[in-house]
């Protein structure tokens, strides 16, 4: 299990696929990503990220054929590993405590 | 979603080249497959130009990282090695182990929790540990013989009457020659013997047996063998077997010791084997179980005596047969004995009693109340922890949303659960082990003291099993109202309310409150059973014994015939026992009696009234003492009518007996006692006794039996050798004892003053297992309520949190600290008064049950259910009232805030 640091990027990823539920592919990853931060996503980098993080082990993913999804092409399902919560908590920890007593000075 | 019509749309081709040799051969589908999802989507939401142009975009931003793409997706084997992980048996271990990992890390995280968690656990295992190794003592493991359910006992029993008699010689003898139901009948008797010789002279219990006696029992000695019946004719009788214990204290564990001898009542006694430590004298009461010597018990010359009932008997049935058989083969056995034998035997039959069922029968009411009492409280405990375990749930229910999102199956989340609730257990299971052994050594008095000790207590592997198993048990149970609530947990609602604090959700207001209602039933339950069992042994002991026991002291004398033959030797021995006693500085009063009250087994025989008509068959029975006059005296014993016999040694003419009130109404209901002479008949000879004083009722038998009629004999008419002497001392009873055993020792030094103590002891001695019902059943109750309330607390202390909000809202709106705070008690009020009414009827159901223990107290006595019933309500309000008035307390601003 890698003990690397959580990329801005790969920290969204995982957040957006948790918000999906249990299981997310990369369309609904990347409309998500895009609604939530209000700007456009790369297909591309979403599916490094999810790459990446599945080599660390943060993630973990399947490939459902066509025959069961119904689609004529096969789609591949990620989830998160528990292994994925202690970077977002250390990452998110981090954010928050750099942000501490900020936010005032940069409200809108 | 399906393909195929022409006027869908379609993304630029070279665009999906691009993209295809950006990703690589073995991700190319899946990557155009959701491009295409995409790119149909966004053509349905605008205009067309837009979705071909994302798609471009996109393709570009593949191309642009093409290479980190490759690079990203590399594992060893090539770009395509998404593999899923695999299944099977070892990933199923590694994720118990994995659950159990986390369930460490939650209960360091919460400490206070855990801590609480495992005390609890460790109280309600370790007391049923405790339990279970004196189940384990009493019924589950064998008793000290070979194949002891083959065994029986054999017991006389005359004209209906319920009580038991020991058994004539020639009964015995035909039962042993004739009975098919049985491979082999072993006689026996028990006394006490003296031992003398190197060391002090000691009483220890002793018995004598018929030769088979070992070999019906199943019993192999250690050392050396037991004795034949050849082998005791020719030795004289003076063979002997010895205890462990004894071989072990007197002669220091000698391994030559077969062969030689000892000197037991004056006489040297061969000495031809050594018993297994863990034989015991098959006895139901304590003292008599530790036999320390066996002696041949020869009936040769009594083949034929059916007179003289003075023996026990011991039988083993023959493989196939059921002591149910027995019994029936026995009745008709002992209808011919009747007829063939009619003034010995008429109206006489047999008992056939299973030696457990005799053994262990006493103190199974007490055993059951444990058993009850235990599961009660660890039912108690397991509501208790599941209540902290549940409110606790609530505040993880964003974790266990996380967590299903994380792809936790359903039954991965329970396994998790389960697994946390199972370690919690084992924890507290090996805190309540620990203390188990640490105990065992209070454990051991108890059984002792209150049980029949008939074997070792042993806190062993089977005791370690049991509290897993019940760790096990309860792990489950209390975790299963939390998997419950768990399993409707989504992530979207977990997250909107702010999974933080604890909810008042419906799941855990509902299952709470269940097990609050739980809870306070079962402890409402013990504290009514305590106390009618505390009130029952109170009433017990405060039943007037009819004598003064305080500041007496007692002891057993008896003078072996080896060196008293005659009736002038032992009368002249005692003679010199009561001046030398009397002469010790603190002494008051001497007096003698054949038997003392509370100890079992007096004498007894059938008397008649001079001037009335006789018969042996209907003739009725009374109780005798033979005392010294002065006996009543020392006693504290009224003299209601008549004048006390003058203290005289010698035999008179003129033959006298004092009796009892009970007695004196049977002989002469509503007239004059004194006069009266009483008629003892024995094969032919008559001893006439002239009644000259009527005493008070005195309770021979224990607090709980019934006056029976008594008369006294006075010494001098009936000497015997072993008497019980009764001394009043001024000051404490305890310091005299010391001078007392130096003055018997300087009549004689080969008899020593056995049993010595004071009478109060004696006393309390027979109320023994009460007191532990009563103590046993206090102490449950007590331990419940703590559990209970500790659980009420707990509960709401969440359940109140959960409603800060709320509580805010109103004050705001102007409510009252008072009405908050009612607010509050009326809900878990409802729960309260729901468990106590339950509890009051589960009362009512074990008390029923256990009325046996019961003395002088109705199972259903107003005055413990009323007052039960009061102190659990108020107890539970007051644990009810406490969090609400914390919280009520808080500031109204704080709560709406969010606390």
Redesign the interface.
């Known amino acids: 299990m890698a003990r690397s640091a959580l990329g801005e990027f790969e920290h969204q990823v995982l957040l957006a696929i948790l918000r999906l539920g249990r299981e997310a592919y990369s369309v609904p990853i990347v409309a998500e990503l895009e609604a939530r931060t209000g700007k456009s996503v790369a297909t591309s980098a979403v599916y490094i990220a999810l790459r990446r993080l599945e080599k660390k082990g943060l993630l973990r993913s399947r490939l459902e054929a066509p025959e069961e999804s119904g689609e004529p092409y096969p789609r591949r399902w990620f989830r998160l590993t528990e292994e994925a919560l202690r970077p977002l908590r250390e990452s998110r920890k981090a954010y928050l405590s750099l942000w501490d007593g900020l936010e005032p000075a940069l409200d809108e | ?3 195929g019509t022409e006027d869908r749309e379609h993304p630029p081709a070279l665009a999906r080249r691009l993209v295809r040799w ?2 690589g051969a073995g ?1 190319a ?10 790119f149909r ?1 966004r053509a349905g939401r605008g205009p067309r130009w837009r979705a071909r142009a994302w798609y471009w ?2 393709a570009v ?2 191309v ?2 093409a290479r ?2 490759r690079v ?2 590399e ?1 060893p084997g090539g770009a395509d090695e ?1 593999r ?2 695999g299944s099977g048996p070892l990933t199923w271990l590694g994720e118990v182990l ?1 659950d159990a990992r986390w369930a460490v890390r939650a209960m360091r995280k919460r400490p206070t929790f855990t801590v609480v968690a495992v005390a609890t656990l460790a109280l309600g295992i370790g007391a049923n540990s405790a339990i279970f190794t004196l189940v384990d003592a009493q019924f589950l493991r064998a008793l000290p013989y070979g194949n002891p359910s083959g065994l029986v006992l054999l017991w006389e029993t005359d004209r209906g009457s319920p009580d038991v008699t020991t058994v004539a010689p020639g009964n015995y003898f035909a039962w042993k020659e004739q009975a098919s139901s049985f491979t082999d009948v072993a006689a026996y008797n028990v006394d006490v013997a003296t031992l003398s010789g190197d060391g002090d002279a000691e009483r220890v219990a002793a018995s004598v047996v018929t030769p088979d006696f070992f070999s019906v029992l199943g019993v192999e000695p250690e050392l050396g063998t037991t004795f034949s019946g050849e082998a005791a004719r020719q030795a004289g009788g003076d063979l002997v077997v010895l205890s462990h214990s004894l071989w072990v204290r007197r002669l220091g564990a000698d391994p030559a010791i077969i062969g030689k001898e000892i000197r037991i009542d004056g006489r040297p006694h061969t000495v031809v084997g050594i018993l297994p430590a863990d034989f015991r004298q098959p006895e139901r009461d304590l003292s008599w179980q530790r036999v320390e010597l066996w002696r041949p018990l020869l009936l040769d010359a009594e083949h034929d005596d059916f007179h003289s009932r003075y023996l026990r008997t011991v039988a083993r049935l023959r493989p196939g047969v059921t002591p149910v058989r027995a019994q029936a083969e026995m009745t008709a056995m002992a209808a011919r004995m009747a007829e063939a034998h009619p003034e010995e035997n008429a109206g006489r039959s047999v008992l056939v009693k299973s030696l457990d069922g005799y053994l262990l029968g006493d103190a199974r009411p007490v055993l059951v109340l444990l058993l009850i009492a235990g599961a009660a409280v660890f039912l108690i405990v397991c509501a208790n922890v599941a209540n902290l375990t549940l409110a606790r749930g609530q505040e993880r229910r964003g974790e266990f949303a ?6 936790a199956r359903q039954g991965r989340l329970l396994r998790q659960i389960v697994v946390e609730g199972v370690m919690l257990a084992l924890v507290g299971a090996a805190v309540g082990t620990v203390g188990v052994m640490l105990g065992r050594g209070g454990l051991e008095s108890l059984q002792e003291r209150y049980f029949s000790s008939l074997l070792t207590l042993t806190v062993d592997a089977r005791v370690v099993a049991f509290s897993v198993l019940v760790a096990l048990v309860g792990g489950i149970l209390f975790a299963l109202p939390l998997a419950r609530s768990a399993r409707r947990v989504e ?1 979207r609602s977990a997250l909107v309310e702010g999974g933080g604090r604890a909810g008042t959700g419906s799941g855990f207001g509902g299952t709470g409150s269940l097990l609050v209602v739980g809870q306070v039933a079962l402890a409402t339950t013990l504290v009514v059973v305590g106390t009618l069992l505390t009130r029952s042994f109170d009433r017990l002991v405060s039943v007037p014994p009819g004598f003064e026991a305080e500041g007496r002291v007692t002891f057993d004398l008896s003078a072996p015939r080896s060196r008293y033959p005659d009736r002038a030797d032992y009368v002249g021995y005692f003679r010199d026992i009561e001046r030398e006693i009397g002469s010790v500085p603190g002494v008051q009063s001497v007096a003698m009696t054949s038997d003392l009250p509370f100890t079992t087994e007096n004498d007894w025989t059938t008397f008649g009234v001079e001037g009335r008509p006789y018969d042996e068959r209907t003739a009725p029975r009374a109780d005798f003492h033979v005392t010294l006059p002065g006996y009543f005296g020392v006693m504290g014993i009224p003299v209601l009518q008549g004048r006390l016999p003058a203290e005289v040694w010698d035999p008179s003419a003129d033959t006298v007996a004092v009796v009892n009130r009970h007695m004196a109404g049977m002989i002469a209901p509503g007239g004059d006692a004194l006069g009266t002479v009483l008629t003892l008949h024995n094969e032919g000879d008559v001893m006439r006794l002239r009644v000259v004083a009527v005493v008070g009722d005195v309770l021979d038998d224990g607090f709980s039996a019934r006056t029976e009629p008594i008369f006294y004999v006075p010494y001098a008419t009936w000497p015997q050798r072993s008497m019980s002497v009764v001394v009043r001392v001024r000051g404490k009873p305890a310091d005299a004892m010391r001078s007392l055993r130096l003055a018997v020792a300087r009549v004689d030094p080969d008899i020593p003053a056995a049993g010595l103590g004071t009478l109060n002891d004696l006393l309390h001695s027979t109320v023994a297992r009460p007191r532990a019902a009563s103590l046993l059943g206090g102490l449950f109750a007590l331990v419940a309520v703590l559990v209970a309330v500790t659980g009420i607390y707990g509960v709401l202390s969440y359940t109140v949190q959960g409603r800060i909000r709320e509580m805010g809202i109103r004050a705001a709106l102007g409510a009252s600290r008072g009405r908050l705070v009612g607010m509050v008690l009326t809900d878990s009020g409802r729960s309260v008064a729901l468990g106590l009414t339950a509890g009051l009827a589960g009362a009512f159901v074990a008390a029923s049950a256990l009325s046996g223990l019961l003395f002088g107290v109705r199972p259903w006595d107003p005055v413990s259910y009323l007052g039960s019933a009061l102190v659990l309500g108020a107890v539970a309000a007051l644990a009810a009232w406490l969090p609400a008035r914390r919280a009520v307390r808080a500031d109204p601003r704080e709560a709406l805030r969010g606390g």
């Open positions: 979603m399906t393909y950006a990703v991700a589908d899946e990557v155009e497959g959701a491009l295409l999802e995409a989507g975009r996109q931003g593949f642009l990282r980190s793409l990203a997706g594992a998404w899923p992980r994995s996380v967590r299903a999102a994380l792809g992530l």
